[in-house]
């Protein structure tokens, strides 16, 4: 009859599956795997579109896996959370060995260890041991290698080592994977992505969430001050920006123009210009020149606007345009003073109109919205800082190396017996070379 597992057993082999290399390798190509569909395949559309692009079974098998929203699936968290369990036990696992190897003792290494050492040199100095050892150190020390001393059975053992902090570089990878993970949870936690449209010359305090719907509070008012595009000969935009600025109970806190790639960030919400929308309805300033008075409207194609205070009454009633940019208005404008002046203008530029004794400063453009896409993410400083620590680990553990030397003296006759022996754990071929250089050079040395 087979011999039952105890429960000390079976939480060994738990332990073992989680801390095995393996385990991450396979974790994480899947992970990079899926990934790749999730980049690949258009996420958080409207189950119709899925119907209309893919049709209706491979449909409903993107619906049942969560393809559709693949990085917020359950299965895709719980394969992120197999791999920060792996990296942890793996990491809890290999550290007291690596840390024993990083701060050992090396006067404690025993002689029949050093003689086993494929990388080995030997020769007999003609100087007496305590001046073999000065030597000898002076030398080493001023090409950076740092003597540490110890008396053995055999003689004197003279041992030093560089770099061996490197072979914690291995766990700064595991590190900033973990750090790049948690920053990611507090974005999906406390973060948002969202939308918002704004017509010239007004403002919004809040924006609809793409995941929910839902509207979120900014905390403060945003404003669009103006929209500004420039188009090729042939009509197509060419680059647009968005005047903004940020009021905070009515005071005005900051202002910025918002193009592509040069968005603004306030509170830690970032404003990006992504879109615009173009109407045939104006915006339309007026100045009275004699008494300085201006106000600007916003005006319906084609409708009557009145400015009561000054008795004025004005409208756009045509309008030309190459492509979706209006290039000239057909403007209506009257007064107490006589029969309206009717009369073309080039759009976005200023003309005067006399009405008697009264002269009036016109400018009439053509009116558009800005459309923004609006981020919140806290975590993205702790991505940042995991990237920057990643970077780190990965050069400290695939570009340098813990290198060790050992010079065990021992008298004989008047004379020292030098035997020089030397290990690494990477770049063998590198440590070869200065290996048997300061072994040769050691060797000339006069006493």
Known sequence: ??????????????????????????????????????????????????????GPALSRFIDLFHLNDMFGAVWFKALLSLLSANLIICSIDRFPGVWKQVTADMTKTPAKRLFAMKRSTTWTASASLEIAKDQSTRYLSGKGWKIKAGETE???????RKGAWTRLGVFFVHGSILVILVGAIIGATLGFKGTVSILEGEGIGKIRSNDTGAFINL??????????????????????????????NGKEILHKAVKVNSPLTYKGITFYQSS????????????????????TFMVPFQKELPWKEEGLRFGVINNKSTGEKITQLKIWFADPSGPPSIFWMDAGNRVTIERGRKHYLFLGEQLYSTGLQVAKDPGVW?????CVLILFGLFVTFFTSHRRIWLLLTEQGGKTSIYMAGSTNKNKIGFDKTFYELGENLKNLKP
Do not use: H
């Not at 595009?229 to 903004?244: A, C, Q, T, V």
């Not at 109407?279 to 007026?286: E, N």
């Open 1 to 54: 009859m087979a011999e039952k597992k105890s429960s000390g057993d079976f939480i060994s082999s738990i332990w073992d599956f989680f801390a095995s290399v393996q385990l991450a390798i396979v974790t994480l190509c899947t992970i990079s795997l899926v990934s790749i569909v999730g980049t690949i395949l258009p996420q958080k559309e409207a189950a119709e579109w899925y119907i209309q692009k893919f």
């Open 154 to 160: 055999e003689g004197i053992l003279l041992c030093s």
């Open 219 to 248: 905390g403060f008012e945003v404003r669009c001050d103006g929209f500004n595009i420039d188009y090729y000969s042939n009509g197509m935009p060419k680059e647009y920006r968005s005047d903004l600025t940020i009021l905070e």
């Open 276 to 295: 615009y929308q173009a109407y045939k309805d104006s915006l339309i300033s007026i100045t009275d020149k004699e008494t300085g008075k201006e106000k």
């Open 382 to 386: 702790w991505v940042y800082t995991g």
